[in-house]
């Protein structure tokens, strides 16, 4: 099957780029990018502002020049149907994001109705593609995916544990804890505890006694790093001596300070790091020449505009996301800063890869994420 590589030179060449830019491309990009998830959010801002100007320096998308449109949702669903409805109304027909499952999922109807494109680098809720919308993608895997893997890890190793399942209540956290479960109660290991947080909570005092009450020994926490950065300090800092796991949700080295040393040897599942990549190599020194380290979803949020800007070119219309979002399911595999992605007809992609890590001090000392065996 036939690549589409987005090197500057091919670029320039798959584009049959043949003059002057005549018109720009509006391109929204969505996130949190203030609030307690602002990590996120400009893990997504840089990733597509420097995809959007390699773009635009090898000739941007069937002659036309990106024009990036920034939209904050603070992560919060009424404010990201807000910023929707702002992005079409300017006309923009695709959109990198959201970060967020629960507000990507609500945020996508406003685009479908409206001929508009959304592929997000992080919401990995299945019900985003399964609703049957023209219109929806991703560059990451899925929560069931993603919890087949935690689940079966907690099974083969923890199997004697006493394990409490904790999730933020939202459409991810929820969802990716339920998943876990699902794969760990299948595998024959059964929790002692299931309970809900809320996002913003900061004293996880009550639930700390509990777990150490039903005698916890594992922690399984789907959410995002705030409230799980001070759910392990607390823990910590109360004598509760429990394994902890996540997902890809607490994939920031802002964790570190927040939970400080507590994080120190919690598990957590995420994709390979697109960092290591050799193709990503050259991509990955300019972001750290201009002082960003691209973690987490910055290379997936390259890569969303990548897809876009190939298929674009591949069709021949810059205007037509419907034919856009033909052209990235049927003529796929797409050459990225990730990898090669291809997709499937409901806009999943095919090659679901998630792994382990392990939080620990590197050898300058700092705490990060480490790639582990499975």
């Not at 780029?17 to 491309?25: E, K, L, T």
């Not at 973690?295 to 419907?322: C, F, M, N, P, R």
Request: aromatic share 8%; charged share 20%; hydrophobic share 40%.
């Amino acid at each position: 099957m036939k690549k589409y590589l987005l090197s500057a030179v091919a670029m320039a060449a798959a584009l049959g780029f043949s003059g002057a830019a005549y018109a720009d491309i509006m391109i929204g990009v969505a996130g949190p990018l203030t609030g307690p998830n602002a990590a996120f959010g400009a893990q997504l801002q840089k990733g597509a502002e420097q995809a959007a100007a390699d773009i635009n320096a090898a000739g941007g998308i069937n002659g036309e020049q990106i024009k990036l449109s920034f939209g904050d949702d603070v992560s919060d669903p009424k404010q990201g149907i807000s910023v929707a409805n702002k992005f079409v109304a300017d006309g923009v027909k695709y959109v990198v994001g959201h970060f967020n499952s629960g507000v990507t999922i609500p945020a996508s109807e406003v685009y479908a109705e409206n001929g508009a494109l959304v592929i997000t680098p992080s919401a990995t809720n299945p019900t985003l593609t399964e609703r049957g919308l023209w219109n929806t993608f991703r560059t990451c895997g899925r929560d069931d995916q993603q919890g087949a893997v935690a689940g079966g890890y907690i099974a083969a190793n923890f199997k004697d544990g006493k394990v409490a399942v904790i999730h933020d209540k939202t459409p991810y956290g929820q969802g990716l804890a339920d998943e876990t479960k699902k794969a760990m109660n299948a595998a024959g290991v059964t929790e002692v505890m299931y309970e809900g947080v809320n996002i913003g909570d900061k004293d996880f005092s009550a639930l700390i006694a509990k777990m150490k009450e039903a005698g916890v020994t594992f922690i399984y926490f789907g959410g995002l790093h705030t409230e799980f950065g001070l759910m392990a300090r607390q823990a910590a800092d109360q004598g509760l001596k429990a394994q902890m796991m996540s997902g890809d949700g607490i994939v920031s080295n802002e964790l570190a300070s927040i939970a400080g040393d507590a994080v120190i040897g919690t598990l957590m599942t995420f994709a390979p790091d697109p960092r290591k990549n050799p193709n990503a190599k050259d991509l990955v020194e300019k972001f750290r020449a201009a002082g960003f380290e691209p973690e987490a979803y910055t290379l997936y949020s390259y890569a969303a505009l990548q897809i876009v800007a190939a298929a674009a070119a591949k069709v021949g219309k810059s205007d037509d996301a419907k034919a856009v979002a033909d052209a990235i399911k049927a003529s796929g595999p797409w050459a990225t800063a990730i990898g090669e992605i291809g997709y499937n007809e409901k806009g999943d992609i095919t090659r679901p890869d998630y792994v382990m890590y392990e939080w620990k001090k590197g050898e300058d000392g700092k705490i990060s994420y480490y790639e582990k065996g499975m």
